[in-house]
Every structure is written in C-alpha cells, then in structure tokens.
C-alpha cells in the first residue's frame, strides 16, 4: 500500500469516526483517521448514556462489537407524572408488540471502549497533525498538513462539525437553532429495581428521561437526561445535593431513594438540517451533518445509519468496479437521508413545542396524539420501526447482514 494515498480519510474523535473506521478495515480500504490531540489518549469521563435501537446493536455485532448493555423490555412515555402532578396522558411501547426489545442503553465510554478493543488502531492510522488545506483534484484530495508533510486519499468523511475554513472550501453553511434548553445527563444510583423499564416525561419546561442500566455489584442504576430551560440549569447546578433533592421529589414513586453517582453534565441543546451529505469528494454524516434533541434519543443511531448506507455504498462500488462517488447507493445517500434527516428532527422539535405549549389546543393536540398512537396499533407499530432503524428498506448493516446494496 502506498503510505502517501488512502481510500478513505477520516475526520473526528468520536463514536461515529471510529465505527467508520471499522466499516472500512473491514472493507479492505486503507483508512486514516485525523483527530485532535486527545485522541487515542483512553480518557472516558462522558456522563451521557447512549440507546441503541435493535439495528443498532445487530450493525455494531456485525462489525464485531460486542457491548454490554441493558435491554429496555418498555418505554412509557408521560405527559405529568413526576412529583405531585398528575398523570395527563400516556403512551406504552412494549417488545411483546415487535418481538424484540425496544432499545439497549449503555454508558458512552462502554461503547468507547468496546469500539476501541473492535478496532484497536494502529499508530500509523491515525494522526493529530494540523490540517491546514485540501487540493481537491478530478478523482481524489491532497490533505496538506502545517508540518508540510501530505498524502491523497479517493474519500474525505466529516464526522464532526466542520472548521470555518473546511466550511468554505465545501460550501457548508451551519445555521443553528438554539432551543432555549439545556440538558443534564447523570447516573444514578436509587433504591427500587428499575425492571428494565424507561421513561419519558414530558414537563411544561421540557422532557426527563430515566433509561435502565446494567447492575453493579447488587446496585440498581438509571441514566438521566433532563431537558429544562436553560435559564433554569444554574440553580439546578448550583450543588449536587440540591440537585439529588429534586430528583428525590420528583422522581422517587419511580426509582425509590436517589443518589448521584456520576455527574452531572449539562449540554445546550440545538438543531440543525439542511446540510448537504456530499459535497467535492467529501461525505458528512453524524454531527457534521446535524444536530437534534435528545428526546427521542436518536442522534448517534443516525450517525450510525448515516455509515450503514455508505458502508453498502463502498460494497457496491467494489463488486462494479465504481469509483464510489459514481455508485447509485451514494447518491441515494445523499437524496434519502436529507429526507428521513429533516423529517426526523422536525418531527421531534414540534412535539418539544407542543409540549412546552400551555394553550388548549396545545394540550388537546398532544394528548390526542397521545391517545391515538397508544390505541392504534399499526402506528405504534410504524413509530417503534422507525425508530429501531428505519419503517421501510434498510441498509444492510442495520438488517445484521454484511454490507450490499439491492442494486449487486
């Protein structure tokens, strides 16, 4: 292999730049990751905890990573319910419908470090040198570094926010909107067992998540994601144990007696669509693409479908021969995810404005929502498939299958 020319380079230090990396060590392409200058340095102190969906795990099991995880058996979803309010409506997704379990939750750093012993990179596949321009030629760029050292590779993929300057070169504009909420992520450690349920309440100031982890040494252990006012996390924040006292009082009939044991973390919320997913030689996927709210806690199983198209991309593009750029899998890449994309994250963000709505016909429009997706089944049935990687065809990473468009 020509150390100076790879097929795919990759941009990021994340979950998405490391499952990319896998897709194609296991294609047989020659890769390298370009990452900051704390990559690779084993540091997993990120609070969140991620959902996978149930093609979500059956991609990562393909790739050969195995994570501990916990299954959710049900998702009940509550308008009121925390503290002293009263239950206004509800909405129940149990496995028994789809046969399989609803999601699987794991710590960010469980899925780091299993994503890191999966891909084990070598030194020389990865650098955190300066990058300080890319020549886009016909059919492939030429990285230039400030060390002056350079190599060419046939593919560019953004995994994460692109800088000012990458964002000229590829005509990306971000236009962010901020939702005027913050999120707080947390583990916590309380009293009751969690019997592998989740919840979602939703409240006037915005949504709390409680997601079942695995048991420690006997402990029972939930994920927290809190979605408030951003004006309102200070006080919030001001100290842990203030923190843990309104957890107690509004979470308790729940989980019983409540205790912190990692965190908190906190997170502005924002939401960005309308990037184009290619763009001169260059692929954007995960949080180069977009930016969602966590409600329905789809960001990183999009990420993950964003690579499951590309990866039956590159398979296409080896069994015809095609520079990848001219495979019809790519270009219905790029066409179909800005639809599911937009769809998805305009969806979430009118259910938050509905929810946050105090008008009557707000309330009467969530709880009518409410009450026809818990009673009609072939919704429910659209909503948990959807979700678990897609309601119509799939790639095939998402199908657990290997990578292979429907067009080989």
Not at 383 to 402: I, Q, V
Request: glycine share 6%; aromatic share 8%; with cysteine.
């Amino acid at each position: 292999m020509d150390k100076n020319f790879y097929d795919i380079v990759i941009f990021g230090n994340g979950l998405t730049a490391k499952t990319m990396s896998l897709v194609a060590r296991n294609a047989g392409l020659s890769f390298k990751i370009i990452a900051d200058k704390n990559f690779g340095n084993k540091i997993y102190d990120d609070t969140r905890s991620l959902a996978l969906s149930a093609a979500s795990k059956k991609m990562l099991h393909v790739l050969g990573v195995n994570i501990k995880t916990e299954a959710v058996k049900k998702m009940i979803v509550i308008e009121g319910g925390l503290g002293d309010e009263k239950i206004k409506s509800r909405l129940t997704f149990d496995r028994e419908l789809v046969d399989e379990d609803i999601a699987f939750i794991a710590e960010h750093s469980v899925i780091e470090k299993s994503l890191d012993r999966a891909l084990d990179l070598e030194d020389d596949e990865f650098t955190k040198d300066k990058v300080i321009k890319i020549q886009k030629e016909k059919d492939h760029s030429k990285i230039i570094f400030k060390n002056k050292k350079s190599f060419m590779c046939r593919a560019i993929i953004f995994t994460e926010i692109l800088n000012s300057e990458f964002q000229k070169m590829y005509n990306v504009k971000y236009n962010f909107f901020e939702y005027g909420q913050t999120a707080i992520s947390a583990t916590l450690r309380h009293s009751k067992n969690h019997k592998s349920y989740a919840f979602q309440f939703f409240q006037k100031n915005g949504p709390l998540a409680l997601l079942p982890m695995k048991d420690r040494r006997g402990n029972n252990y939930s994920s927290l994601v809190w979605t408030e006012k951003t004006d309102n996390i200070p006080s919030l924040l001001s100290s842990k144990k203030g923190l843990e006292e309104s957890l107690n009082n509004l979470c308790s009939d729940y989980l019983g007696e409540i205790n912190i044991s990692k965190g908190p973390s906190s997170f502005i919320l924002k939401k960005l669509t309308g990037i184009k997913s290619i763009s001169n030689r260059a692929i954007f996927v995960g949080n180069a693409l977009r930016a969602m709210h966590p409600m329905a806690g789809q960001a990183w199983n999009q990420s993950l479908r964003d690579i499951a198209y590309i990866a039956d991309a590159i398979a296409e593009s080896q069994k015809l021969g095609l520079d990848l750029f001219q495979c019809p899998s790519i270009s219905l890449f790029d066409k179909k995810r800005k639809i599911e994309t937009e769809a998805l994250i305009n969806s979430i963000g009118f259910l938050n404005s509905i929810y946050q709505a105090n008008t009557s016909i707000a309330k009467g429009l969530r709880r009518n929502i409410m009450k026809l997706a818990d009673n009609y089944k072939p919704l429910k049935l659209f909503l948990l498939n959807e979700a678990s990687g897609g309601a119509l065809t799939r790639p095939n990473l998402l199908n657990g299958l290997k990578p292979g468009s429907n067009i080989i």
